[in-house]
């Protein structure tokens, strides 16, 4: 993994996020990173903040936890898609340039200004159904 001059929190937030299989909430990575330091919830929140802006990591509203970017540093598209299993909590990270094109229609047909949309598909995946 490549990072860009990222504080130690953050490096440490990024990585645990990298080490999961599923999405952690602030509370699931204060707990894992306690001994290695992270003891206040605000400097997990901070690291998040940043992470996310960088783009680095992304949060998952319906769940309100995080994940680390599938594939950094290369998103084409602003609007970025999740699948989550709700069996296996298992998260597919994807983007679609006609559904970006459908939403942004939609948006100027109305005279709206999107400040943040997010997509999230909750179901089950292959492996569980
Ligand atoms: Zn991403
Ligand atoms: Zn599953």
Redesign the pocket.
Known sequence: MTEQNLTKNQDLVLNQLGKSKTPMSAYDLLDKLREKGLKAPLQIYRALDKLTEM?LA?RLESLNAFVA????NC?ENEL?AFGICENCNKVW?FSDEEVSKRLDLWAKERDFTPIKTSLEIRGICAKCA
Not at 69 to 72: I, L, M, R, S
């Open positions: 783009g992304h970017c599938a594939h950094p998103h970025i990270e």
